[in-house]
């Protein structure tokens, strides 16, 4: 399974950004689909998740600013971003676990960059 990730930038703080992942594989296929940070000097940490069925979960810092949602159609998840915060600035990787819930997938990341 392949993931490509898109849609980082440099924006400003209270801006915007849409993130893009598409995936290689049916999303119907998939348990769980989701998007992790991973700031300089820190672990990577979720940002939020969907299951196929379109359950969500969130990271308490992004609530009520970020929506993530998805496309089978298109077999693509996406990572609406609004009300950009500095401390938001990372590498944004999108992740994929298989069906059977035992194994990950992981694209290659974009950069998410917020100015003050």
């Known amino acids: 399974v392949q993931l490509q990730a898109s849609g980082g930038g440099l924006v400003q703080s209270g801006g915007s950004l849409r993130l893009s992942c598409v995936i290689s594989?049916?999303?119907?296929?998939?348990?769980?689909m989701g998007w992790y940070c991973q700031a300089p000097g820190k672990e990577r940490e979720l940002v939020a998740t969907i299951t196929s069925g379109g359950k969500t979960n969130y990271a308490d810092s992004v609530k009520g600013r970020f929506t993530i949602s998805k496309d089978h159609g298109k077999n693509e998840v996406y990572l609406q971003m609004n009300s950009l915060k500095p401390e938001d600035t990372a590498v944004y990787y999108c992740h994929a676990r298989g069906i059977l819930g035992v194994t990950d997938y992981w694209g290659q990341g974009t950069l998410v960059t917020v100015s003050s």
């Open positions: 594989e049916s999303l119907f296929l998939l348990n769980t």
